[in-house]
């Protein structure tokens, strides 16, 4: 009887250990390592213009930085100035108002008996609804609470962003701390890329919801909604959020619709239904595209797995680190297509040499 002996090195088994306990350390610090992504984001926004004015106009980096921070800070706070008070007029108007419109609502006077009996429906099934409700609100918000669960995150992400936008290359000053010497070219190629990506994404975000604003409160002025530049603003702003926050604009519009007809109501429905449309098929996959050069269908699922493993962090992410893993794949394969032609015409170049050898 023979005994078969299964003879493993003992090197591989160390990297199989190495490997998972490393895997395990990335996964138990993937807050901090979502802090620092979205710290890149902001400084891949920022430093172009840093260091443009440290080139051309020949301003320091520190002051180049403080100057755009400061700035950005300064045209929000404008920007509130001149927004927040005509809409604290209509959230002032739309809270004083809102009751005489449900008192006085054709819906609700028309489907009073209906109301009421889908009321109790409601009540009767709110024990087996919250307990769901509950659960799926606090595994979706789960990543996002771990990440900015205080204002120390948030201050950390600014202060990390500040730091790589004052530093010359200061990314890449990172990578060559932790990265290997061999693989420093493909990788500082591919954080070039991804910060043009990073920088484009934003732009792409911010695109739809202005969009998306302007065309819904288009639509609820000729449908005649009340209150429709606060809507429009609820809408652009809900947009930021993927997936979740456009089915969540809808409601206060629509329960606004239905406090004025139950035809205007039914118009706000198709309204929003219309608008997700064009924005779902027509523009996203559009803007998302041109910005970062990725399939719409890659997109779509870059933005479900994000949202299963981080939420609305992990949704923030999707886009930009799939571009990023892209970027990665192109440079992999491009290198190898170009070592294998390499090596191919070095033989083609020796086999020639040998046999005009042999000739002589």
């Known amino acids: 009887m023979t005994t078969h002996s299964l003879d493993i090195p003992v090197r591989a088994v160390l990297k199989v250990v190495l490997t998972l306990g490393a895997v395990a350390i990335l996964w138990m610090i993937r807050d901090i390592i979502a802090i620092v992504l979205f710290a890149i984001i902001i400084a891949s926004a920022v430093s172009p213009a840093v260091g ?3 080139i051309r106009r020949r301003i320091p980096r520190v002051i180049g930085a403080l100057i755009i921070y400061i700035g950005f800070i300064l045209l929000l706070a404008f ?33 009073s008996q209906t109301i009421a009996e889908a009321l109790r429906n409601f009540q009767s099934s709110i024990p087996e609804l919250g307990p769901k409700i509950g659960s799926f609100f606090s595994n979706f918000f789960a990543g996002t609470l771990s990440v900015f669960g205080g204002v120390f995150s948030v201050l950390l992400m600014f202060v990390i962003a500040f730091y790589l936008s004052v530093e010359d290359e200061g990314i890449k000053k990172i990578l060559r701390l932790t990265v290997p010497k061999q693989h420093h070219k493909k990788l500082f190629h591919a954080v070039e890329q991804a910060q043009r990506t990073f920088a484009a994404w934003v732009k792409g975000q911010f695109t739809l919801a202005l969009i998306v604003g302007v065309l819904t409160y288009i639509g609820l002025l000729i449908i005649g909604v009340p209150f429709p530049v606060v809507l429009a603003l609820i809408a652009a702003l809900l947009e930021l959020i993927p997936y979740v926050g456009p089915p969540l604009s809808a409601i206060p519009a629509v329960i606004i619709g239905f406090t004025a007809s139950t035809f205007t109501g039914l118009l706000a429905i198709i309204l929003y239904v219309i608008v997700q449309q064009i924005e779902n098929n027509l523009l996203a996959p559009l803007v998302m595209r041109k910005a970062v050069g990725l399939d719409p269908l890659l997109v779509i699922v870059s933005l479900l797995v994000g949202a299963k493993l981080a939420g609305i962090v992990g949704m923030l992410l999707a886009v930009p680190l799939a571009a990023f893993a892209m970027q990665m794949l192109q440079d992999n394969a491009g290198y190898e297509f170009r070592a294998n ?3 191919k015409s070095s033989n083609t170049s020796k086999r020639f040499r040998l046999f005009r050898d042999r000739g002589k």
């Not at 927004?83 to 006077?109: K, M």
């Open 341 to 343: 032609y390499e090596n």
């Open 79 to 111: 920007a509130l100035w001149i927004i927040v008070p005509p809409l604290v007029g209509q959230f002032t108007d739309l809270i004083q108002l809102l009751p005489g419109f449900i008192a006085n609502s054709p819906f609700i006077t028309e489907n």
């Open 52 to 54: 443009y004015l440290h």
